[in-house]
């Protein structure tokens, strides 16, 4: 057990930018709304997912949209809304929160109904990185249901899905909802039971984002290199480092989609890395060469600070070191790769464990 | 009170058919569907508004979508779906269902839960006619509630919208689930009480329909005029009698879209009327006059037999007979006009009623 105060915050919302492969929505202004809400309600505690009682109930909140959009158009406390629209809906009174995924702003979105509601949140979420669509969470892989669901705009809308066909289905209607909504909107989903989060959760991804954040601003501050840093806390590798010389990036169908190049620096002089992109980095090339594929993490900071870039950021000449680290366990089996490996995602491609 | 058996259908949907002004979802398919199951459940009684008790709790139910698609893709029994997901949602027991529009299918989905849950209908409907959007019923115009309401696919897929910052933005979201789920769903609005229904349904649109069903197949036998049996039996006037030289039509934003042109035959000969839609006529012109415009009634009917023409039906040379009705009195009062006066959908122009 332990406390979210302001100071940690920081923190989680570097390692989160880091851990969100480029999406989950921006850190900066998830911290921005996550502090406010903490300085009116005071410190979150979270809960390791074994500290959970056994009749404990889990609310799982996230963001749902484009992040290109949601650096324009600031949530505000909606997550709470969507929050209480569930508890209402299934007449259940929840205990704690959980992310939805350790990616971005999503990462401290349930400290803002949990701080709220003075309820705690568990150290784990649904991705253990973040991915774009609904129902990549491992929760829905490995049999938690996916509906009810509630979605809650700023404006005043709120709508309930209790019934869809598949989770797959709860993302096609959500996301065109959440375009009318104005391409940003956020969600609760109905209540996990202790075992069930114990059993589908990433677990301890809050606390590892916290000790990456922590690790990164300790290496600022001692003028060490960040990347090292970064890479002494959480295993993973180098994959390039250089300069942004291309970009592609459009808002559709709800998404930031789009790709980057890459032209090596340094020890990579002479070498092109190209990434894809939908809200979260996707596939890594070099040439015809597969470097890197969901569900492994593709991850960029900026070279001199560590500070992660995501790809609503991203900016020709940018100068950033692309990191790789291996997906949770979770996601590599064959269930996992069926929702979030590249045949997933259209790549004509198998899934490649990253070498470290 | 009276009942709905498989021959007072048969007239209900051609009265309704010319009551929709072209839209509300095919007639003949409507039929059939209530047809089947009328043959497993038994007629269904009707109700007169003044005959409801005073705890009555009406369900108003309807189909959503483009009248195009809705001919391909045969809606089964998901407004009984929608009905019982409100009922649930609101924990309210219903006692009796009301059609949203006295148009095409529309008039008679509220039969299909009504025989299924072994219910009476009210005689009368939210439009007097059929519009293409949700928030366009005198019920909300009123004051009833637009909320919640229930959307159900023929998949499984259940979406309730239980707060909205206005009916527009009911329209709006419902619009954006029903084209994910195919361009056609049905859908159910919380209960009414009998008062509201007394005070802002259109009244007894339904023994209308029956009544110009009833008089264009007594022409039919009797090989007298159908166009002078339907004006019999509710006052209009005839504004053109031509031919279709020219239809553009395009199922777009799950909507049909489009404009057709008439030429003059016999006693019209010379003259040409163009007629704008969107699902339903809106709009008739000859040359820059306006001849007619919603929230007036413009319907088309076969001029041989009387059956009515429909949006998703219009071919080129089909011989048709242009009727014009006046709007009911609810829907030309400011607060009407500001929803489905011309304006409200787009045209400069002032509501010109329509002069008998």
Redesign the interface.
């Known amino acids: 057990m332990w406390e979210v105060d302001e100071d940690i915050l920081e923190s989680i919302t570097i390692g989160a930018g880091i851990l969100g492969t480029g999406g989950g929505g921006n850190p900066y202004i998830g911290r921005l709304r996550a502090r406010q809400v903490l300085r009116q309600h005071g410190p979150v505690t979270v809960l390791d997912p074994e500290e959970l009682s056994s009749d404990a109930q889990i609310v799982c909140v996230g963001g749902i949209g484009a992040p290109t959009v949601g650096i324009e158009k600031v949530r505000d406390t909606q997550s709470y809304s969507a929050f209480r ?1 569930i508890e209402k ?1 299934t007449g259940i009174t929840a205990t704690a929160l959980i992310s939805n995924e350790i990616g971005g702003s999503n990462s401290v979105e349930e400290l803002i109904p949990a701080a709220m509601a003075g309820l705690p949140v568990v150290d784990g979420d649904g991705m253990g990185r973040a991915f774009p669509e609904y129902h990549m969470k491992t929760f829905f892989v490995y049999g938690v249901p996916y509906v009810p669901m509630a979605l809650c705009d700023e ?11 598949s989770p797959e ?1 709860v993302e ?2 959500a996301r ?2 959440t ?3 104005g391409c940003v909107a956020v969600y609760a989903v109905a209540p996990m039971s202790a075992e069930q989060v114990v059993r589908t959760a990433i677990p301890r991804t809050l606390s590892l984002a916290r000790d990456l954040g922590a690790a990164v601003r300790e290496a600022r501050q001692h003028q060490e290199d960040p990347v090292d840093a970064i890479l002494a806390t959480c295993p993973g590798i180098v994959l390039m480092q250089g300069k942004i010389v291309d970009l592609d990036r459009a808002t559709t169908a709800g998404f930031a989609r789009g790709s980057m190049t890459i032209d090596g620096l340094g020890h990579y002089h002479g070498q092109r890395m190209d990434i894809e992109f939908q809200n979260e980095n996707l596939i890594a090339r070099q040439g015809d060469a597969i470097v890197c594929t969901v569900p492994d993490l593709i991850c960029l900071v900026d070279s001199d600070q560590g500070e992660p870039i995501t790809t609503e950021l991203l900016r020709y000449g940018f100068r950033v070191t692309v990191l790789g680290f291996p997906a949770p366990a979770l996601w590599t089996t064959p269930e996992g790769l069926a929702v979030v490996g590249p045949r997933a995602f259209g790549y004509d491609t198998d899934y490649t464990p990253l070498n470290l």
């Not at 404006?155 to 066909?165: C, Q, R, Y």
């Open positions: 629209a809906y404006k005043g809308n709120t709508v309930i899905i209790p019934e869809a066909v289905w096609r209607i065109a909802v375009i009318q909504m």
